[in-house]
């Protein structure tokens, strides 16, 4: 059960083809989608630190194991979060505990930590399960009917469920997360980060203006958290969720607190990490396995021996194996977040590499995860590479990132999809339209540039 069964294709799933650093960029001047990936050249998949083509800021890639650490742990407080990703994300969430630095950040983090302990994944585990029943509910419909509906959509509508029962104790309710889908959809593909012209021309820490649609993009989103947030608000201390905790953080002279308006951007940052990130690694996830029947049957038989045909409990989940290590091969190829930019304040030096003031530092899980010195076959979907230990580098897989800014949801978001993966493929057959034609893209995350579209029917 181990190894991947011999008449078990190798899968390559879709990727930008890695061209030259000049062919790259009117690569993407030609698509005129603000794709990140299709910028990429190929040789920043070998070099271990270098520039990343031409830029009037000077940007520089990162992908030696430790110096990507040092990047992330900014032990000296010189490379705070870029002041392109903190311009693209103040209108969402603010500077909130996503996007501040230093000082700022070590206080929210010191506010928040007790809230983020409610995320341990037993607690938050009957969340997932309500809502894991609610998109069978969802999926049995469309499999009666034979309709057609978008994988991404799904995706985000059930995360998004989830991350509102965990974080403020109710369930999203469907028009409501269409319209968060649809907003942070005109918001990624809109929001000036992305302006390739911008991202090569502008000089460092010029304020970049947003377009009135991720304004409007960004103002329904904040609507509809402040809706759930004053739900908490008006009710005192009616409530026992994250939501609550962090409403009633306080500093240790107790009286310092957040403000409305940052709870909504903190509460922000939760939902958005645990809903947007987790719908599009499952998306992936879902449209990858589609393809790959024998896997599915494999993945089947597992969770059959595991659970022995019963409920899936909180207690099955660390022993299905290979559906966990689908998810994290999924990660490895499609990391949600796809790029990490750090910018220099002052001059400094990267291992013996000068670095000037205002660069751009740019971690690139998509590009490490990838990386031909650090994997073996690094483009193939292979979620056995995890059980060959002695393939991995150490600090080249950081989907969650790492150092002391690591995703406090790593453990929540391993379970979640754990057990919606092995629920889902359970009792569904997922069939995707023209998978031929589904090519990601990257600009603030690793989505489709076009929403999957697919059926599903009852499992053979």
């Given amino acids: ?103 700022i950040w070590r206080r929210q983090r010191r506010l928040i930590d007790p809230a983020l302990s409610m995320m341990r994944v037993n607690r938050a585990f009957p969340a997932m399960e309500a809502g894991a029943a609610a ?11 034979g309709t057609e509906f978008s994988l991404d959509l799904l995706m985000s509508h059930l995360t998004a469920d989830i991350i509102c029962r965990t974080v403020f104790s109710t369930g999203l309710e469907t028009r409501a997360a269409h319209d968060v ?32 649609e991720v304004l409007e993009a960004c103002r329904l989103i904040r609507g509809h958290l402040a809706e759930l947030l004053d739900t908490h608000l008006d009710a005192g201390r009616g409530f026992d969720d994250i ?49 790959q029947p024998l896997l599915v049957a494999r993945m089947r038989r597992e969770i059959e021996e595991v659970t022995g045909g019963g409920e899936i409990g909180f207690e099955h989940l660390k022993r299905m194996v290979l559906t966990r290590n689908i998810f994290r091969e999924t990660l490895r190829l499609y990391p949600p977040i796809t790029f990490l930019p750090r910018v220099a304040n002052e001059a400094t030096k990267l291992g013996d590499y000068p670095i000037r003031k205002g660069a751009l530092i740019m971690v690139a899980p998509w590009v490490l995860h990838r990386h031909q010195r650090y994997w073996k076959d690094p483009h193939r979907f292979d979620p056995d590479r995890f059980l060959r230990e002695e393939e991995f580098t150490p600090g080249a897989y950081i989907p969650f990132g790492i150092g002391p800014r690591i995703c406090a949801g790593a453990a929540f978001a391993t379970v979640e999809a754990t057990l919606l993966i092995a629920r889902l493929f359970r009792r569904f057959d997922f069939v995707t339209k023209d998978p031929h034609k589904v090519r990601p893209a990257a600009r603030l995350t690793t989505r489709p540039v076009e929403q999957v579209m697919c059926r599903v029917r009852a499992a053979a």
């Fill in 135 to 145: 998109c069978e509910e969802d999926l049995a419909r469309h499999a009666a009917d």
């Fill in 181 to 212: 889908f649809d907003a942070f959809t005109v918001f990624e593909r809109s929001v000036a980060q992305v302006e390739i012209r911008r991202l090569i021309m502008d000089r460092a820490w010029t304020k970049i203006p947003q377009k009135p």
């Fill in 243 to 291: 939501a609550s905790a962090v409403i009633a953080a306080r500093e240790e002279d107790g009286r310092s607190a957040f403000t409305r308006e940052e709870l909504i951007d903190q509460l922000g940052v939760l939902f958005l990490a645990g809903h947007e990130t987790s719908a599009s690694a499952l998306t992936w996830v879902f449209f990858l396995l589609a393809q």
């Fill in 1 to 103: 059960m181990n190894a991947i069964s011999p008449i078990a294709p190798r899968y390559t799933p879709p990727r930008p083809k890695p061209l030259a650093a000049l062919v790259s960029l009117l690569r993407v001047l030609l698509q005129g989608d603000g794709d990140l990936l299709s910028l990429v050249p190929a040789y920043a998949y070998r070099i271990e630190i270098g520039p990343l083509g031409w830029s009037r800021r000077s940007t520089i890639i990162v992908n030696r194991p430790d110096l990507v650490r040092h990047v992330l742990s900014d032990p000296d407080d010189i490379l705070p979060k870029s002041d392109l990703m903190v311009n693209a994300l103040e209108p969402l969430i603010g500077d909130s505990i996503f996007v501040s630095s230093g000082a």
